[in-house]
């Protein structure tokens, strides 16, 4: 069992510590956001060493800033990781994803971090996010644990995979970010407001299977400044995270967002597609008639 509360210590300790060792430059593609959750906490474009420490100072060491600018370096080193990887979202995507919430088609995020001992049981919690039109983010080996047991990724089905580490789990974090200051009014620096509208309005939450470093429980726990529910099957003790089964905890972290919705379950004799989102099904009864000449017609009335 690990402890929330230790781990943190020594996480923020060894992110402090990696913090300081970065040199050179760093930025997205396609943002006009810089490196988002710094930029709408303190209005300052990070892209370099002094930056970086002063956006770090700024917010107290904040370990969701200091994860975005571990991970933004990690990347202009290293590139964006291929296939199924999303890695950072450009903003010309994060426009349709906030018009969805807008218009109520999704009614929540969540984002999935760790590795699960059940296959099966990652995929039946996804599955329940899909039905009541949450729209999922995963990092780290739930990806590949989800791929293992057949589940279908990408943005068609809601569940985007951000990368293969629970570190790109802060790029949730920062589409938040970005949501708040394309459509919520937010202005860059403003973190007051910033932290008002991600706890009120973005309705998200986390769910945390076993298998984190104390440097992403120091992220993923982070995550609660914004008003994210953390939520968790076992192996951790201490904090104010959730502990829940898999069959409450999609309720359960709906829940304390006050997201509800009724799912009627519809009987289909085979696999739908996203193709197929909003058809119709028809239910037609069909009876044969033979007629004088010897042949037969098949009528169907609906």
């Not at 996010?129 to 943005?155: C, D, I, N």
Request: aromatic share 6%; net charge negative.
């Amino acid at each position: 069992m690990t402890d929330v509360e230790l781990a943190i210590k020594n996480g923020q300790l060894h992110l402090k510590t990696e913090i300081m060792t970065i040199q050179g430059t760093f930025s997205y593609e396609d943002t006009a956001y810089h490196l988002p959750i710094s930029y709408a906490l303190t209005g300052i474009p990070a892209h370099d060493h002094d930056t970086l420490l002063d956006v770090f100072s700024r917010t107290k060491e904040n370990s969701l800033v200091t994860s975005e600018i571990i991970l933004a370096k990690k990347t202009a080193q290293e590139g964006k990781e291929g296939p199924p990887y999303t890695g950072f979202i450009g903003d010309t995507i994060i426009r349709k994803l906030g018009y969805s919430l807008v218009d109520g088609s999704i009614l929540g995020l969540a984002l999935i971090v760790g590795n699960p001992r059940s296959a099966d049981t990652a995929a039946a919690i996804c599955r329940e996010l899909q039905e009541k039109y949450m729209l999922t983010f995963l990092a780290g080996p739930v990806v590949s644990s989800l791929s293992s047991a057949g589940v279908k990724l990408g943005l068609d089905y809601r569940l985007i995979p951000l990368g293969s580490s629970t570190l790109h789990g802060v790029h949730f974090v920062d589409i938040i970010a970005r949501v708040a200051m394309m459509f919520g009014g937010v202005t860059p620096g403003d973190m007051h407001r910033l932290l008002a509208y991600a706890a009120e309005r973005a309705k998200a939450v986390v769910i945390v299977f076993p298998g984190l470093s104390d440097e992403e429980i120091t992220l993923v726990d982070g995550m609660r400044v914004l008003g994210f529910p953390i939520l968790t099957l076992e192996d951790y003790s201490g904090g104010t995270w959730i502990q829940a089964t898999p069959e409450d905890i999609v309720r359960t972290g709906m829940e304390s967002k006050g997201i509800r919705v009724t799912v009627t379950a519809i009987p289909i004799p085979m696999g739908c597609s996203p193709a197929f989102e909003g058809k119709s099904i028809v239910k037609r009864r069909c009876t044969w008639s033979l007629e004088a000449a010897g042949h037969r017609h098949l009528n169907c009335s609906g």
